[in-house]
């Protein structure tokens, strides 16, 4: 890399290209371009290496449509040198227009930052605590991050992406910081860091758990909101999103794009794909009281929505205050170009969308041919990475499940609360539970897509852990200092009479086989599974479900729990073991309760305690707590040829079931796999005939293979970590 100027008394711009947009290093020079349509002027503000200092400014020679650009010979332009933009144009909010010379803005397509960010009122375009209209002139620079330019060069050597299938896919959501903060086999100095995932002890945990994917929180670069500073908290989440580009300097020991191209080839060698939860809905500018930090002084009503009856007022669909215009050309080639990006240059395998019904707006209500959804859909380098839209936003059609594009898979929240529910106790049910297990049919079928269309969890980043599922009935958020108003109440969660931790061994015990249930039904659906980091040994956040600023001890996962948990994770690992023998488990079609070709046996059938299958009755008795899953030809022989059949027995109640087992294949005894009520006994290896009964007791499971089960299945789940 080229040193980078110290002086730049001799710098000047010729007129450079309007594309590629941002700064591009080309070997003999950086090209600047950034799309400011209202402008009438606008300057590159150059700094010194820590981004403290403003050294120059030189003003864009060119305009090319609605694009400013200008083009910085080296040995001026080089990699690694700092700069912002200031734009002169009008002011004038109530037509939409917000420009502000005195305000540095960052560019929008900036790949890395510098300097550092502070709350200051000198960041506000507009006077704070006073009316918009009138314009604040403090100098916003000292407190701005600046951009960066980046060599895109890396050796990736024989990277390329794992290509893992859909039906195979089984994905494990983490923070990256908090993943490794309290890892005890990770260097101090990579805790909480890019290199911190890359570590050969954290990657072979997760290959050895079983898991193919790593779904990070926002890694692009954010700030907390400005509430949050004055309390004393953290956005630790990062849904404040700052810069789309650029990888979050606070996850990095000194290079953020390095380090996070390290982490990803690290995860690749081990076949794990890596996927970005990105925030393409807002931005952290905020509302029209927010500051003005990048999009807003550029091109206020190309990026975002704008009230059409009050211009200085913005559309909130995100509930933080902005939503992107997706509808304009502008912001929808900026959200192409930034995941090209991120596929291309820092290979990526996929992305989960954050609000993802904002992306389906243009300016009139959600739909399934949005401009967004046809651009993503045209663009060759997206065409085979995994695309997985949170399926609502806060507008007044804002619950879309479903209703996403062919090729997008979807959060199934309904999974989440059917699955809760059920092990509750709640009543009426076994129909929605039914429905979830197979792959939510109802929901994906009509459109013509497959069981992979709806990620099953049962615990996400949002809300309670599965062990506080287990373990609260009510939410306990006050560390947020909201007076615990923040965060949903609708929880779905069963404390087994005791709120909070205890010492009951009984409360103990149940609390584990909950745990168990919960993770064996979401392990033996169908659809692609999504674990919460730490939930396959219990980690908890002591009742907080809404611990976005709790960038702490409450949020960090505790590995100390992990050796005290072994067998839980020995439980998931086998769970997950068993899911990738049984092709029965991830199916690209729906069950359909149809013959298979023996003739003897369906996909799927639902079985009552008594043994027969479940007639209308049996469907809509609202008392009943127990279901028994018949899972036919769940394995297929070396040579291809479907047999062994799976049986899944759920006892929701408060009282042991007894459930009357059907004829196995050839007459072969069914043979116990696990029970969730007896796995500290490890007292299993049962053998049970047709018509015999099996007890499972109350809030356990119990899963049944037959003879034609691989031997490694029947022979029963260990304790062997």
């Known amino acids: 890399m080229n040193a980078v100027p110290a002086d730049y008394s001799h710098a000047s711009l010729q007129a450079g290209s309007p594309q590629p947009l941002g700064a591009t290093w080309t070997g003999d020079g950086v090209n600047f371009a950034v799309h400011a349509s209202g402008a009438a002027r606008v300057e590159l503000c150059l700094f010194d290496d820590s981004g403290e200092h403003e050294l120059t400014r030189l003003v864009l020679p060119e305009r090319t449509e609605n694009v400013w650009h200008g083009f910085l010979p080296a040995p001026h332009g080089v990699p690694g040198i700092v700069y912002g933009y200031r734009v002169h144009g009008p002011y004038d909010p109530s037509y939409g227009l917000r420009h502000n010379p005195n305000k540095l803005l960052l560019d929008p397509y900036a790949r890395a930052l510098a300097g550092k960010f502070q709350w200051n009122p000198a960041l506000f375009g507009h006077l704070p605590d006073q009316p918009t209209e009138q314009i604040n002139t403090a100098d916003s620079a000292p407190y701005m991050y600046k951009a960066r330019v980046v060599h895109s060069e890396f050796a990736w050597s024989e990277d390329c992406p794992p290509a893992v299938p859909w039906r195979d896919t089984v994905i494990y959501e983490l923070h990256v910081k908090g993943f490794t903060k309290l890892h005890p086999a990770v260097p101090e100095r990579e805790r909480g860091k ?309 010492d009951d061994p009984a409360i103990i015990e149940l609390r584990e086989r909950q745990i168990r249930n919960l993770l064996a039904t979401l392990l033996l659906s169908q659809g692609v599974p999504m674990l919460l980091a730490g939930d396959e040994f219990g980690r908890t956040q002591r009742g907080n479900n809404n611990a976005y600023c709790q960038d702490n001890e409450i949020s960090w996962v505790d590995w100390s729990l992990a050796e005290r948990r072994s067998w839980l994770i020995a439980f998931v690992r086998q769970l997950l073991t068993l899911r990738r023998y049984a092709a029965g488990l991830r199916r690209d079609t729906f069950l359909k309760g149809a013959r298979q070709v023996d003739r003897e046996h369906k996909d799927i059938s639902w079985r009552h305690p008594l043994g027969h299958e479940l007639n209308a009755g049996d469907w809509h008795d609202a008392d009943a707590r127990a279901i028994g899953v018949l899972i036919g030809h769940a394995f297929t022989d070396p040579y291809g040829t479907p047999n062994g059949h799976l049986l899944f027995l759920c006892n929701a109640g408060d009282q042991p079931c007894d459930f009357r087992l059907p004829a196995p294949t050839t007459g072969v005894v069914w043979q116990t796999v696990f029970d969730t009520a007896r796995w500290r006994a490890n007292d299993l290896g049962d053998r049970l005939g047709a018509g015999q009964n099996c007890v499972v007791a109350p809030h356990s499971c119990v899963l049944l293979a037959d003879g034609d089960a691989p031997s490694s299945i029947r022979s029963g789940f260990s304790l062997k970590t």
């Not at 997760?206 to 990070?216: P, Q």
């Not at 670069?221 to 580009?245: D, I, M, T």
């Not at 794009?257 to 080839?265: L, S």
């Not at 550029?298 to 009230?307: S, T």
């Open 194 to 502: 890019f290199l911190g995932l890359a570590q050969p002890a954290v990657i072979n945990y997760l290959k050895a758990l079983g898991v193919t994917a790593v779904e990070l929180l926002p890694v692009q670069a954010f700030v907390p909101e400005e509430f949050l500073a004055k309390r004393g908290l953290e956005n630790y989440w990062g849904y404040s999103s700052l810069a789309w580009f650029a990888p979050h300097p606070d996850y990095a020991i000194d290079d953020p794009v390095a380090e996070f191209r390290t982490m990803v080839k690290a995860l690749h060698a081990a076949g794990i794909e890596v996927i970005l939860d990105v925030v393409f809905n807002h931005t952290a500018e905020g509302n029209e009281k927010g500051p003005t930090l990048s999009w807003r002084g550029l091109d206020n009503a190309a990026y975002y929505r704008l009230d059409s009856t009050n211009l200085s007022r913005y559309v909130d669909r995100s509930g933080t205050g902005n939503t992107i215009a997706i509808g304009n050309a502008a912001a929808r080639k900026l959200i192409i170009d930034c995941m090209r990006y991120w596929v291309e240059e820092m290979h990526v395998d996929g992305f989960r969308f954050d609000l993802a019904a904002v992306l389906g707006r243009d300016n009139a209500p959600f739909r399934t041919d949005a401009a967004f959804f046809k651009a993503v859909a045209n663009e060759p380098s997206l065409r085979y990475v995994k695309l997985i839209a949170e399926p609502w936003d806060v507008g007044p059609d804002g619950y879309q499940l479903s209703h996403f594009p062919a090729g997008w898979s979807e959060w199934n929240d309904l999974y989440r609360d059917t699955v809760r529910g059920f092990w509750r106790g709640n009543p009426g049910i076994l129909g929605n539970f039914a429905e979830r297990f197979a792959g939510s049919s109802d929901l994906f079928r009509a459109s013509g897509r497959r069981p992979t269309a709806s990620i099953n969890y049962i615990a996400c980043h949002d809300g309670f852990t599965a062990y506080d599922v287990t373990a609260y009935e009510q939410k306990h958020n006050e560390a947020n200092l909201e007076e615990n108003r923040d965060g949903h109440n609708h929880n779905l969660s069963w404390n087994g009479g005791v709120e909070g931790p205890s």
